[in-house]
């Protein structure tokens, strides 16, 4: 039984911290410390329903009910909102998530033969 034992990390895969502990880079340069910040928020995606003349008004309020996590009365303020304005905002989120709350609310009404149409936006 034999093992190799790295005594030193390849410089590719050692941290910037680490190589500036050890204090061993090349006569006459420097490590450039980052400054900054690595974490960057999420785009955000606007969810929308449009309007359409057959989608039953209480089948709009059951989507944004189960879907959106609206209450009742939320969900029929928004549902009026986009039959009397012709578009509305459900909910904003990340990409993916607006994604699939798009997929699910086009694969339900689908399923019940409705024309309801739901869209996303980058805000
Ligand atoms: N306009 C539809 C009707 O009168 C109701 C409706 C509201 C449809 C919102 C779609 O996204 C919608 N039955």
Same mark, same amino acid.
Request: charged letters at 25%; glycine letters at 4%; hydrophobic letters at 35%.
């Given at each position: 039984m034999s093992a190799i034992v790295m005594?030193?990390?390849p410089d590719t895969l050692m941290a910037d911290d680490e190589r500036r502990r050890?204090?061993?880079n090349a006569p006459g340069t420097a490590v450039i410390t980052r400054t900054k910040p690595q974490v960057k928020r999420p785009s955000l995606y606007r969810v929308l329903l449009l309007n359409d003349d057959y989608t039953p008004m209480e089948? %709009?309020?059951h989507v944004l009910?189960?879907?959106?996590?609206k209450n009742r009365e939320e969900a029929t303020q928004i549902m009026l909102h986009v039959h009397q304005h012709g578009v509305g905002e459900?909910? %904003?989120y990340t990409?993916? %998530?607006a994604e699939t709350k798009v997929t699910q609310v086009m694969d339900f009404a689908r399923?019940?033969?409705h024309p309801l149409q739901c869209v996303m936006e980058k805000k």
């Open positions: 005594t030193k990390l050890r204090n061993d089948f %709009v309020v009910e189960h879907f959106f996590t459900c909910g %904003v990409y993916e %998530v399923k019940h033969q």
